[in-house]
């Protein structure tokens, strides 16, 4: 299986501050199939990004995926209020998807 | 607007089969383009993929549970099942129902782009 590794694991910012979030896998994720999810307190994971640098529907364009292999990065280019939560990588270029441990965006 | 509903028993007892339903509204099981599936969490593991099923049936399980696992559809109702057996206290977690997507071209490799709430299981004498 692979492994997703997230860093850092709490990341502490201000509102209108830049965020990089790091996922890095165990092997080759194929085809840069990586995912990005947003979860907020009681609420389910909300899909952000695919394949790497996609978009979903309805995602505001301060959130943008890159990379590819094996070392990939979220960033919101300006933090808004609703933006801390934490963040979790799925990969499903092999069976089975896994997801990476998350890392934690809170307020500085 | 795509809604996926949990329900089922919020306490099984160890060696028992959990037992779960997702109500689909807004599209359909028998659709031709997604697999609907089972995504569970919980502070030990995290999140965790169990398995998917498309509108013929065919499946796709994380090989950790295939032995326990058996997910299915019933089309009249629009709705997903979950049946977990043999649980211990390893399976308490929120387990999410999840329509699975695939890039185009990479049919049989998911992400998932809608979330039910989730439903709380939790494994106990």
């Known amino acids: 299986d692979i492994v997703l590794t997230q860093s850092p694991g709490t990341l502490s910012l201000s509102p209108g501050e830049r965020a990089t979030l790091s996922c890095r896998a165990s092997q080759i994720v194929i085809r840069s199939y990586l995912a990005w999810y947003q979860q907020k307190p009681g609420q389910a994971p909300r899909l952000l990004m695919y394949g790497a640098s996609s978009r979903a529907t309805g995602i505001p364009d301060r959130f943008s995926g890159s990379g590819s292999g094996t070392d990939f990065t979220l960033t919101i280019s300006r933090l808004e209020p609703e933006d801390f939560a934490v963040y979790y990588c799925?990969?499903?270029?092999?069976?089975?998807?896994?997801f990476g441990p998350g890392t934690k965006v809170d307020i500085k | 607007q795509l809604q996926l509903q949990e329900s089922g028993p919020g306490l099984v007892k160890p060696s028992e089969t959990l037992s779960l339903t997702c109500t689909v509204s807004?599209?359909?099981?028998?659709?031709?383009?997604?697999?609907w599936g089972w995504i569970r969490q919980s502070p030990g593991k995290g999140l965790e993929w169990i398995g998917g099923i498309f509108y013929t049936g065919s499946t796709s399980y994380n090989p950790s549970l295939k032995s326990r696992v058996t997910i299915s559809t019933d089309t009249s109702k629009n709705q997903v099942s979950l049946n977990l057996n043999s649980v211990t206290a390893a399976d308490t977690a929120v387990y999410y129902c999840?329509?699975?997507?695939?890039?185009?071209?990479?049919?049989?490799?998911?992400?998932?782009?809608?979330w039910g709430q989730g439903t709380l299981v939790t494994v106990s004498s």
């Open positions: 999840a329509r699975h997507s695939a890039n185009d071209g990479s049919w049989g490799l998911f992400y998932f782009d809608y």
């Open positions: 807004g599209d359909s099981v028998s659709s031709r383009s997604y697999y």
């Open positions: 799925q990969q499903y270029g092999s069976s089975p998807f896994t």
